[in-house]
């Protein structure tokens, strides 16, 4: 007997109410010791980021006063992917972005002036990861393989997910020029499951363990199954705020530096974060798996991505990782 999303897709939309709005820092508290300048001008900063449980690290960092203490005052922005962020950076409305490879990698190609500065999240080699594949327990969708035929959502088409996805099903025996896949915002995927609009949905958490929890089934972890400890975010910018102004892109980088590494080691306030921002009951944020919040990227990993979308005809070729990547 199929068990009902319906209470827990109420928890799912709640987390849209974010997509109107933006999260600023609030007063500091427990604030760790950092390197800016505490005399120095506090300059107002625009990062776009996804309303998913990764984006918990940068809210709790901002509470903690982190990016204060670089004199740095973050507007979160909420977006959808990496790549919708990119005309917002183009046109100076933001000056940073959280999100997927993908993104960046299309821009690269079009020498567009977009760079990756740092890491944000890697998924998780072994054991539980960040994301998966979910479908309903009666779907009759167990493992990649029988996603060929099939509709699957991703929030981004032709980006990290799809790629990984369609890897994961040919390494599995399946088909993966037959599965439809079908761009659905992660807080919709849960209700486009229960809809039957979609057969299986790639999500991260909070959504994933919702599906999961409501009876669902974990169909494959893509990224581990592919590329395993692959970039699920990075912080990009343009090359032109590099050049024009590189103390603020040096102190964003040191300031995000430092939060990640204090989100790493202060897990209960990341959790307490995710529940705040996601609106989502404390005990659902504390079974949700994290990633590893890392400054430093693994550009050998992005290369295997990139190659692996130009194997699926995703890219028509990679991206110049020389220009591309300009670590902080």
Not at 129 to 139: C, G, K, P
Not at 147 to 175: E, Y
Not at 217 to 227: F, L, N, R
């Amino acid at each position: 007997m199929k068990k009902s999303l319906a209470p827990l897709i109420v928890l799912a939309v709640a987390a849209l109410a974010l997509s109107g709005c933006s999260d600023s820092a609030a007063s500091p508290s427990a604030a760790p010791s950092g390197s800016g300048d505490a005399g120095g001008e506090t300059r107002a900063v625009r990062v776009a980021a996804l309303p998913i449980a990764e984006t918990g690290a940068l809210w709790a960092a901002i509470d903690a006063g982190i990016f204060a203490e670089h004199n740095l005052d973050i507007e979160v922005v909420p977006a959808q992917g990496g790549a919708q962020a990119i005309p917002a950076l183009l046109s100076g409305d933001i000056q940073f972005a959280i999100g997927q490879p993908f993104g960046p990698f299309r821009a690269d190609l079009q020498n567009l002036g977009i760079v990756m500065i740092g890491d944000y999240a890697d998924s998780i080699a072994d054991g539980p990861d960040v994301n998966a594949v979910v479908a309903l327990a009666d779907s009759g969708i167990t493992g990649p393989a029988d996603l060929a035929g099939k509709r699957v959502s991703v929030n981004s088409l032709g980006a990290a997910g799809d790629v990984t996805i369609m890897k994961a099903v040919h390494d599995a025996g399946g088909d993966p020029s037959t599965i439809q896949f079908v761009e659905v915002a992660f807080p919709d995927a849960p209700a486009q499951l229960e809809a039957g609009s979609i057969d299986a949905a790639w999500v991260p958490d909070p959504f994933m363990s919702m599906v999961v929890g409501g009876g669902g089934t974990k169909v494959v972890s893509p990224y581990q199954a592919t590329i395993p400890g692959l970039s699920v975010l990075t912080n990009i910018t343009t090359q032109k705020l590099l050049d024009e102004d590189p103390q603020l892109v040096a102190d964003y980088s040191a300031a995000m530096e430092e939060a990640l590494t204090w989100a790493s080691e202060n897990e209960q306030a990341v959790r307490d974060a995710i529940a705040t921002n996601l609106k989502i009951p404390a005990e659902a944020a504390a079974g949700i798996t994290l990633p590893s919040f890392t400054w430093d990227l693994d550009v050998d990993n992005l290369q295997k991505l990139a190659d692996t979308a130009v194997e699926f005809t995703v890219l028509d070729k990679a991206p110049d990782f020389d220009r591309l990547v300009q670590q902080q």
